[in-house]
């Protein structure tokens, strides 16, 4: 095939606005099922059957940890002729796994060793199901979409996974009252189902041509460790991954003990803690959709480029957290939820910035690996979360036992969190401005 006729298909296979949201309904059915498994789930283990809340936590770290072979998923979907059948294939693996671990959580309640070995392969399995579908749809995402769509598409899909996190928690919620072991199994296998049918038939016929599809099987095959090497034998591609660990450990680690400082410090009660993350998560929203609009072409000549809402967000949320330092030492003399909501849109203005980025990134130099370099810094995005929700609880213990003080231990917390957030900035600074900064519109 030539180089032009190359071309010719590529321009053609350009994503519309219909085939972004399709795409992110896939994105909304994987939310739906992690969110059962990661929150309602872990409710029902801590609550209704009486267990630590370790176990809930350590079953999440598992799911984030076993993503470790996300950059593998990435090339194997890159070696075949379409990503489809990895994202299928990967959903229904999540639902298996999502279906599984619900019927664990209700064996627990019958014999405890049976159930948390079920949970442990389920977890297990989300894991994998994750990899495989969350690294192939990013992939086909970053090849579909032009330029001057990322930043609106990245949000619109994530958004759209908030949207099916808030459905499910809200339907499945109503229907699990009052709690039976026989509902969460039930509720459990229709949202698998659900979310195969709607994966599948969001995906039916949107990927590729049939001469696509021959351009891909021509391309000369690699072993995956030469690609891997290759990969990150670019400087932009290793210091793009260790700002995605940086700035994803900052943004998890403050998950766990935001609202137990707020409960403990300034003395909020439980439903005042809980409308503070939703203060916290407006935030978030404001700040991914202030990027999906100044991130377009026609904007960003006037308000910057992606790379600089990283750089800036990252800032941003340093002082941010510095400023829950100051609530912290000040001892509840603070505007708090006026601090979270700054938190929250410095958090979804560079985390958005970074999945639009990453898309970029992910195809500068072709050669058919965006899956490998999607997979590389979904992992270290993953690897992050888990550690990050560990290290931030287990740090706040540690501050806690030396500090007679729970404020100050609070506050060292929040300023180890904000170094890393201003870390996370330098290291985007060090990406080369020719492979971030998109091209300027005519």
Same mark, same amino acid.
């Given at each position: 095939?030539?180089?032009?006729?190359?071309?010719?298909?590529?321009?053609?296979?350009?994503?519309?606005?219909? @085939?972004?949201?399709?795409?992110?309904?896939?994105?909304?059915?994987?939310?739906?099922?992690?969110?059962? /498994? /990661?929150?309602? #789930?872990? =409710?029902?283990?801590?609550?209704?059957?009486?267990?630590?809340?370790?176990?809930?936590?350590?079953?999440?770290?598992?799911?984030? &940890?076993?993503?470790?072979?996300?950059?593998?998923?990435?090339?194997? %979907?890159?070696?075949?002729?379409? !990503?489809?059948?990895?994202?299928?294939?990967?959903?229904?693996?999540?639902?298996?796994?999502?279906?599984?671990?619900?019927?664990?959580?209700?064996?627990?309640?019958?014999?405890?060793?049976?159930?948390?070995?079920?949970?442990?392969?389920?977890?297990?399995?989300?894991?994998?199901?994750?990899?495989? %579908?969350?690294?192939?749809?990013?992939?086909?995402?970053? !090849?579909?979409?032009?330029?001057?769509? =990322?930043?609106?598409?990245?949000?619109?899909?994530?958004?759209?996974?908030?949207?099916?996190?808030?459905?499910?928690?809200?339907?499945?919620?109503?229907?699990?009252?009052?709690?039976?072991?026989?509902?969460?199994?039930?509720?459990?296998?229709?949202?698998?189902?659900?979310?195969?049918?709607?994966?599948?038939?969001?995906?039916?016929?949107?990927?590729? @041509?049939?001469?696509?599809? !021959?351009? @891909?099987? /021509?391309?000369?095959?690699?072993?995956?460790?030469?690609?891997?090497?290759?990969?990150?034998?670019?400087?932009?591609?290793?210091? &793009?991954?260790?700002?995605? &660990?940086?700035?994803? #450990?900052? &943004?998890?680690?403050?998950?766990?003990?935001?609202?137990?400082?707020?409960?403990?410090?300034?003395?909020?009660?439980?439903?005042?803690? /809980? %409308?503070?993350?939703?203060?916290?998560?407006?935030?978030?929203?404001?700040?991914?959709?202030?990027?999906?609009?100044?991130?377009?072409?026609?904007?960003?000549?006037?308000?910057?480029?992606?790379?600089?809402?990283?750089?800036?967000?990252?800032?941003?949320?340093?002082?941010?957290?510095?400023?829950?330092?100051?609530?912290?030492?000040?001892?509840?003399?603070?505007?708090?939820?006026?601090?979270?909501?700054?938190?929250?849109?410095?958090?979804?203005?560079? @985390? +958005?910035?970074? +999945?639009?980025?990453?898309?970029?990134?992910?195809?500068?130099?072709?050669?058919?690996?965006?899956?490998?370099? +999607?997979?590389?810094?979904?992992?270290?995005?993953?690897?992050?979360?888990?550690?990050?929700?560990?290290?931030?609880?287990?740090?706040?213990?540690?501050? =806690? %036992?030396?500090?007679?003080?729970?404020?100050?231990?609070?506050?060292?917390?929040?300023?180890?969190?904000?170094?890393?957030?201003?870390?996370?900035?330098?290291?985007?600074?060090?990406?080369?401005?020719?492979?971030?900064?998109?091209?300027?519109?005519?």
């Amino acid at each position: 095939m030539s180089i032009a006729i190359a071309q010719a298909v590529t321009r053609h296979s350009t994503f519309g606005w219909l @085939s972004i949201v399709r795409l992110g309904l896939v994105q909304a059915s994987i939310g739906a099922i992690v969110v059962m /498994t /990661t929150s309602t #789930l872990n =409710r029902i283990m801590v609550v209704e059957l009486a267990l630590p809340a370790s176990l809930p936590g350590l079953l999440v770290a598992i799911h984030y &940890f076993v993503q470790v072979i996300r950059p593998r998923m990435g090339f194997e %979907s890159d070696s075949g002729s379409k !990503k489809t059948p990895w994202i299928i294939g990967g959903v229904a693996l999540l639902a298996l796994g999502g279906f599984g671990a619900a019927i664990a959580t209700t064996l627990m309640g019958v014999n405890l060793i049976i159930g948390i070995l079920a949970a442990i392969l389920a977890f297990f399995l989300i894991g994998i199901g994750v990899s495989m %579908s969350g690294t192939s749809l990013l992939a086909l995402l970053a !090849k579909g979409v032009s330029d001057d769509r =990322r930043a609106a598409a990245a949000t619109t899909v994530w958004l759209m996974m908030i949207f099916g996190f808030a459905l499910t928690s809200g339907l499945a919620g109503k229907f699990l009252d009052p709690y039976a072991p026989e509902k969460v199994i039930l509720i459990s296998g229709i949202i698998s189902l659900v979310a195969i049918a709607l994966t599948s038939l969001a995906l039916y016929r949107l990927e590729g @041509s049939d001469l696509e599809n !021959k351009i @891909s099987k /021509t391309k000369e095959k690699i072993p995956f460790k030469i690609a891997l090497r290759e990969i990150l034998s670019d400087p932009d591609t290793k210091r &793009f991954t260790i700002f995605i &660990f940086l700035s994803m #450990l900052a &943004f998890s680690a403050q998950d766990l003990i935001l609202e137990p400082f707020a409960g403990i410090i300034f003395k909020y009660t439980l439903g005042e803690t /809980t %409308s503070l993350s939703g203060i916290q998560h407006s935030g978030v929203l404001t700040g991914m959709l202030l990027v999906a609009v100044c991130g377009s072409s026609r904007l960003r000549r006037y308000f910057g480029s992606l790379r600089s809402w990283m750089i800036y967000g990252c800032l941003a949320s340093a002082l941010a957290m510095f400023g829950l330092v100051m609530a912290g030492i000040l001892e509840g003399e603070w505007p708090l939820k006026l601090n979270v909501y700054v938190l929250g849109l410095a958090n979804g203005a560079f @985390s +958005i910035a970074a +999945i639009a980025s990453m898309m970029r990134l992910a195809v500068v130099g072709g050669g058919g690996k965006e899956g490998v370099r +999607i997979g590389l810094w979904g992992g270290a995005q993953a690897i992050a979360f888990g550690l990050g929700g560990l290290l931030g609880a287990g740090a706040s213990d540690l501050a =806690r %036992s030396i500090f007679t003080n729970p404020a100050w231990a609070y506050a060292s917390v929040f300023f180890i969190e904000a170094i890393l957030f201003v870390a996370s900035a330098y290291m985007a600074s060090l990406v080369e401005r020719k492979s971030t900064n998109e091209f300027k519109a005519g």
